[in-house]
């Protein structure tokens, strides 16, 4: 093979490497070993039922890195903004941390999930009140969540996938499971992504209530490593729900990876 050889079929593995830019959003992305991802979001929440309407303002960060090429652990925080009045201030703070690992066999993809996240009352009711608007507890509330999601990859940068996962309170003498269950399909072209799914919300503490949503997000490409995007769920119905006139929740995001 002489030099000539050698410089194209360098030039081809650099060109090809290039125009298969990581799918940031993509709903089974974990950032490889050494690299950072850096999550930003801020969302309004707004619900109308027969009591009367709530709106709540909502800004996180996560924080994403690489232990290898198949195993991320990330931290959170976020902040619940005092829209309605409700809190004691704007300082009402979630943290939560986790771990991420992916399995893929051929085209079929896997990833497990599992984090631990906690709050203290105190910082959203005050001391004083903490018991009082929070069912008489006033001690940091602990939880433990986790996640199982099943793909395919289809090619031409589709997955159809589907996710269930449960959340539950780990100091609470009460230990109901809130559950979902979630089916939607991603497409990645490039400089553009978009996700969609039907989500199925439910839980079995003491009689089984339901709600359905559905969700969708469009994220757009300025760099290769970095998406800004638009997302957003929408309540359906569900049983126990009849009080609910709507409820919806719109977003924007900025994904960056390191």
């Given amino acids: ?14 060109f090809a490497g290039s125009a298969m830019a990581a799918d940031l959003t993509n709903p089974f992305y974990l950032p490889g070993k050494g690299q950072v991802t850096s999550d930003t979001r801020i969302e309004y929440n707004r619900d109308k039922t027969t009591g009367g309407n709530w709106d709540g303002l909502r800004a996180a960060e996560e924080i994403t890195y690489g232990v290898n090429d198949n195993l991320a ?23 939560e941390l986790g771990a991420s690992y992916n399995i893929k066999s051929d085209k079929i993809l896997a990833q497990v999930s599992a984090s631990y996240s906690t709050l ?3 910082d959203f009711y005050g001391k004083h009140n903490a018991k009082l608007f929070n069912d008489g507890n006033d001690r940091w509330e602990k939880y433990l969540s986790g996640e199982l999601k099943l793909g395919y990859d289809m090619g031409d940068g ?96 900025a994904k960056v990876q390191f």
């Fill in 120 to 122: 203290n009352p105190k």
């Fill in 158 to 253: 589709l997955t159809p996938y589907a996710a269930y996962g449960l959340d539950g309170k780990i100091d609470a003498a009460d230990r109901g499971l809130e559950q979902y269950a979630l089916l939607g399909i991603h497409k990645y072209a490039g400089n553009w992504a978009v996700d969609g799914a039907v989500r199925y919300d439910f839980e079995t503490d003491g009689k089984n209530t339901n709600e359905w949503w559905l969700q969708a997000e469009a994220d757009y490409y300025v760099k290769e490593n970095i998406a800004l995007g638009v997302y957003g769920d929408y309540f359906l119905a569900g049983t126990g729900s009849d009080d609910i006139d709507y409820d919806y929740t719109a977003g924007i995001r």
């Fill in 73 to 95: 652990v990330f931290g959170a925080i976020s902040n619940e903004f005092d829209s309605e009045g409700m809190y004691n201030n704007d300082h009402n703070f979630g943290y």
């Fill in 1 to 14: 093979m002489n030099y000539r050889t050698i410089l194209l079929a360098s030039a081809a593995v650099m």
